[in-house]
Nanobody
Framework: QVQLVESGGGLVQAGGSLRLSCAAS????????MGWFRQAPGKEREFVAA????????YYPDSVKGRFTISRDNAKNTVYLQMNSLKPEDTAVYYC???????????????????WGQGTQVTVSS
């Protein structure tokens, strides 16, 4: 079993930055595809970013491309999400997720992930 714990959320003004961390325990995530998702009140869970097991490939939706960067440090069993130029519409609970299936296709589908963290709140004020 893998346990994921997010941290780094908080309140920030529009245009600011935050860095989220996702620390894994229980077993190594070095062979897992990892992703970040977010969910705002009353909305469906939304894909934010995915990264391959090696870190060599990343994938973003247009809504965050150029502003968010996903990265990982397999030696530390940790995944990061650097968020820049934040907008009020980025406000949501952000979740880290891991998937044993390493292929990139369907990485934007939250139903294909095996492990989830508890989430961390990000609030962007205008």
């Amino acid at each position: 079993q893998v346990q994921l714990v997010e941290s780094g959320g908080g309140l920030v003004q529009a245009g600011g930055s935050l860095r989220l961390s996702c620390a894994a325990s229980g077993r190594t995530i070095s062979t897992y595809l990892m992703g970040w998702f977010r969910q705002a009140p009353g909305k469906e869970r939304e894909f934010v970013a995915a990264i391959s097991s090696s870190g060599g490939s990343t994938y973003y939706p247009d809504s965050v491309k150029g502003r968010f960067t996903i990265s990982r440090d397999n030696a530390k069993n940790t995944v990061y999400l650097q968020m820049n130029s934040l907008k009020p519409e980025d406000t949501a609970v952000y979740y880290c997720a891991g998937r044993r299936a390493a292929y990139f296709s369907t990485s934007s589908n939250y139903r294909t992930y095996d492990y989830w963290g508890q989430g961390t709140q990000v609030t962007v004020s205008s």
